[in-house]
């Protein structure tokens, strides 16, 4: 079964508003990472954003913050003010830490397009 | 402080030939792993080594292999190339293993093309 759900292959946006990208996850493991990274057309995968399941308020990093609803398995991505630079592929991921198997596993990913 | 680097970042070999990836991490990192991403099936896991030893590893042939150094450098190899295995191939680093909240940072990636 898909561990990593995001819903969304591409969006466009225009420059300075607001954009939330979907993630949804499964997972049995109480304890687990959930992570956000940006692809921007050169290949690197760049670290945005960190969300334990354990902590009690959501993530913020800047501009990005992550909008986590545990109960409904959700790790939404949110980017504030949106700039022309933010346009890239971005994935959601998320590690499990039940027995050994602690890897991370991405979703497909969205592309964004911001608009001028 | 240096990000992860990889070498070579283009990379163009024929079928049957093989091929070693090299990824240098954050100075400190002790964790390394290694993805293929291919627009069909996007990124998935190959391995991981932590301390030299591989802790992890994904659902690939026989024919991907790696290791790692005692200087945490890795190296990723991959016989008998098939078309296929046409892809970016990312290196990513991290200070632990075995934690929820271990983040990676990754390389540039190399970009193979198999002929």
């Known amino acids: 079964a898909q561990k990593i759900t995001q819903t969304q292959p591409g969006m466009f946006v225009q420059e300075k508003e607001a954009v939330t990208l979907d993630c949804t996850y499964d997972?049995?493991?109480?304890?687990?990472?959930l992570f956000w990274y940006k692809q921007p057309s050169s290949g690197e995968m760049i670290f945005l954003i960190y969300?334990?399941?354990?902590?009690?308020q959501n993530a913020t990093e800047g501009r990005y913050s992550l909008n986590f609803q545990k109960a409904r398995k959700s790790a939404n991505l949110v980017i504030s003010a949106s700039q022309l630079g933010d346009s890239a592929m971005y994935f959601c991921?998320?590690?499990?830490?039940?027995?050994?198997?602690?890897?991370?596993?991405f979703g497909k990913g969205t592309r964004l397009h911001i608009l001028p | 402080k240096a990000g992860v680097t990889q070498t070579p970042r283009y990379l163009i070999k024929t079928r049957g030939q093989q091929v070693t990836l090299s990824c240098s991490p954050i100075?400190?990192?002790?964790?390394v792993s290694w993805y293929q991403q291919t627009p069909g099936q996007g990124l998935q896991f190959l391995f991981e080594?932590?301390?030299?030893?591989?802790?992890n590893k994904g659902n690939f042939p026989g024919r991907f292999s790696g290791r790692q150094f005692s200087n945490s450098r890795s190296e990723m190899n991959v016989s008998t190339l098939e078309l296929g295995d046409s892809a970016l191939y990312l290196c990513?680093?991290?200070?632990?293993?075995?934690?929820?909240?271990?983040?990676?940072?990754f390389g540039a990636g190399t970009r193979l093309s198999v002929l």
């Open positions: 990513a680093s991290s200070l632990a293993s075995g934690v929820a909240k271990n983040i990676q940072y």
């Open positions: 997972t049995s493991d109480p304890s687990y990472g």
């Open positions: 969300q334990g399941s354990y902590d009690q």
């Open positions: 991921a998320m590690r499990e830490v039940m027995n050994r198997d602690d890897k991370i596993i």
């Open positions: 100075s400190g990192h002790r964790s």
């Open positions: 080594y932590f301390s030299e030893t591989q802790r």
